[in-house]
Nanobody, 116 residues
Framework: VQLQASGGGLVQAGGSLRLSCAIS????????MAWYRQAPGKQNEMVAI???????IYGDSVKGRFTISRDNAKRTLDLQMNNLKPEDTAVYSC???????????WGQGTQVTVSS
């Protein structure tokens, strides 16, 4: 299984970005997919989680601004980020956790930089 994230970049505060993660290989159901982020000098932080039944969970710092979605047919995981703040600057990574095999997969990160 491979995950390939894209869509990062430089944006001004208040702007928007959409991250996408393309998934190849077989992930069984049930499964959970998520976006994490890590800023310099900080721990990895859960941004948003989505189950394969569509249930979502968001980190407190992004609630109301970010939206996670998935397209099981297209095998993609997206993160719509609105009203971005400088503190959202981080490397964002997509992950998938196969709850049948208990395998956990990470994609390479994509840099998001928000200027003030």
């Amino acid at each position: 299984v491979q995950l390939q994230a894209s869509g990062g970049g430089l944006v001004q505060a208040g702007g928007s970005l959409r991250l996408s993660c393309a998934i190849s290989g077989n992930i069984f159901s049930p499964n959970v997919m998520a976006w994490y982020r890590q800023a310099p000098g900080k721990q990895n932080e859960m941004v948003a989680i989505i189950r394969d039944d569509g249930v979502t969970i968001y980190g407190d710092s992004v609630k109301g601004r970010f939206t996670i979605s998935r397209d099981n047919a297209k095998r993609t995981l997206d993160l719509q980020m609105n009203n971005l703040k400088p503190e959202d600057t981080a490397v964002y990574s997509c992950t998938a956790h196969d709850l049948k095999t208990f395998n956990h997969y990470w994609g390479q990160g994509t840099q998001v930089t928000v200027s003030s």
